[in-house]
């Protein structure tokens, strides 16, 4: 089971960017996806991106968040350009492993070790 860490969470203003890190304790191949939720006070953990060979991401982040990994450094990014008000919530890193190198997972249920949470405040 993977440790997760994430950082580079903050305050910003409407149209800036910001870098999420999301560091693992263990290695984690392609084989092993890595996601990113964020959950908005009152709103429910909503998929935000994964990644394995294959990326996806929700629509609403399409065009403006890129997810990366570096699995020399067993570390996850997510690029955040453009960001909008809607986009603050606690976003939370994910890993679980796939049985599938393009496979994508979007549920919550398919990953199995989560982070604690990094803030991201988008004022506009």
């Known amino acids: 089971q993977a440790q997760l860490v994430e950082s580079g969470g903050g305050l910003v203003q409407a149209g800036d960017s910001l870098r999420l890190s999301c560091a693992t304790s263990a290695r984690t191949p392609t084989w092993y996806a890595v996601g990113w939720f964020r959950q908005a006070p009152g709103k429910e953990r909503e998929f935000v991106a994964g990644?394995?060979?294959?990326?996806n991401y929700a629509d609403s982040v399409k065009g403006r968040f890129t997810l990366s990994r570096d699995n020399a450094k067993n570390t996850a990014y997510l690029q955040m350009n453009t960001l909008k008000p809607e986009d603050t919530a606690v976003y939370y890193c994910a890993a679980g492993q796939v049985w599938n190198p393009y496979y994508v997972p979007r549920s919550a249920y398919e990953y199995t070790d989560w982070g604690q949470g990094t803030q991201v405040t988008v004022s506009s």
């Open positions: 990644i394995t060979g294959s990326t």
